[in-house]
């Protein structure tokens, strides 16, 4: 059963499957195969280096911020809140993941949502939270599979389904499609960025610097010195006994907030080269899937492939998201209650991309405006989360990204209404809506096309 997990959620070794498997069906000859196959898996590991350089430069910058403005409170982390779950779900999580995807293949198959979902540790975290939820309803142990299994692949379905209309205007073409259970957060972003379609031309990467400024046109110039510039404010007011006694291993905290901002730019340097990497090869190979097992089907990729379309949205991004999280959490606490705190790794990575599509419709102000709004979303869906994930919800921790929050508390709200029924009767009910628009697909994908 591990070893079905380590497999299935790891997104190098799934899309060179499936790479492997378009190359097949196209007949393509032993060197093309083993090339498209080797640089898909070599890609999406570059990819998670990069995310592991940012993700480990980002930590510390974490609890720096805690320390310097004396802020606690329950930080969202995936990875933190599945690593607790899994002890007790692990082998209901890697059944839900498994016949999940077969769903999302299934629902991509005969019905007009022509989206595989690629992304496995995004499968794997959400299998597990359904896992959690579904036991919580008092499902027994099949029926909290199926249901589990049924609900993972309509999210994996839907999820890039509503973001698709953004990510055509995005690239120019309808060829890939964002896998990333965030999407609430993004379409949410672009939507916003359309109320600045006038300034749609003033795009985040037509920023205009001054003559002796033009070094900033280089992205990793201006991601790297800003970094520097947020690392060292922050650094001070944590102050240098903090973190040469916690973070730095008694290297100076000057030195070592510099390194960990080149560090930060490094690494989106690496996912930049790994995303170029994977779309040569992953879009040629997935003809083999459109053509001979899923009619029309689209990849449904990890969120750095769409970094490149607008690198300095990406920064932007960033920081208005978090931003954002810092507004939210001041709320919350004049409100009293649960106190979310602006978790700096979701809120680089969701905010980023709500950046790109902000920026995509709305240019800089709709980047702006648009994280913004995905910073306050993420913050305050975890605070409606958590009371449905049963014991898990007292951990100090829980799940992040916005479709975590929209689908869990869907789901959950259903439990406390009326059990499994609700959630079962739920089910059938989207499953046979999802089915039912594929007799119209010429004029759906028409009206789809005029969202976006």
Known sequence: MSTMIDILSEPAILVALIALIGLIAQKKGLADTVKGTTKTFVGFLVI????????G?????????????????VVPNNEAVVALALTEYGTTTALIMFFGMIVNILIARFTRYKYIFLTGHHTLYLACMLAVIMAVAGFDTFGLIAAGSVALGIVMTLSPAILQPFMRQLTGNDNVALGHFSAVGYAASGLV??????????????????KGLGFLRDSTVSIALTMVVMYLIVAFFAGPTFIEAELSGGTNFLVFSLIQAGTFAAGV??????????????????KGISTKLVPNAKPALD??????????????GFFASFI?????????IFLGGVIILPGVVPHFFTGAAAGVFGNATGGFKGSVAGSFVNGIIISFLPVFLMPVLGDLGFA???????????????????????????????????????????????????????VG
């Open 48 to 55: 998670a280096a990069g995310a592991g350089i940012l993700s």
């Open 57 to 73: 430069s980002l930590t510390p910058f974490g609890a720096m911020f805690e320390e310097a403005f004396n802020v606690s409170g």
């Open 193 to 210: 960025g359309k109320l600045f379609k006038g300034s749609k031309e003033n795009s985040t990467e037509n920023i205009k610097f001054p």
């Open 269 to 286: 340097y690496v996912i930049l080269s790994g995303v170029r990497l994977v779309l040569a090869e992953i879009v040629p190979a997935f």
């Open 303 to 316: 969120v750095p492939i769409i970094f490149t379309y607008a690198p300095n949205a990406v920064l932007i």
């Open 324 to 332: 954002g999280g810092i507004a939210s959490m001041v709320i919350m």
């Open 396 to 450: 100090n921790t829980t799940f992040s990204d916005a479709d975590f929050g929209v689908s869990g508390i869907f789901f959950g709200s259903l439990a406390n209404y009326a059990g499994p029924i609700a959630i079962t009767v739920s089910l059938a009910v989207i499953i046979l809506l999802m089915i039912i628009p594929g007799k119209k697909k010429n004029s759906n994908r028409s009206e789809e096309t005029k």
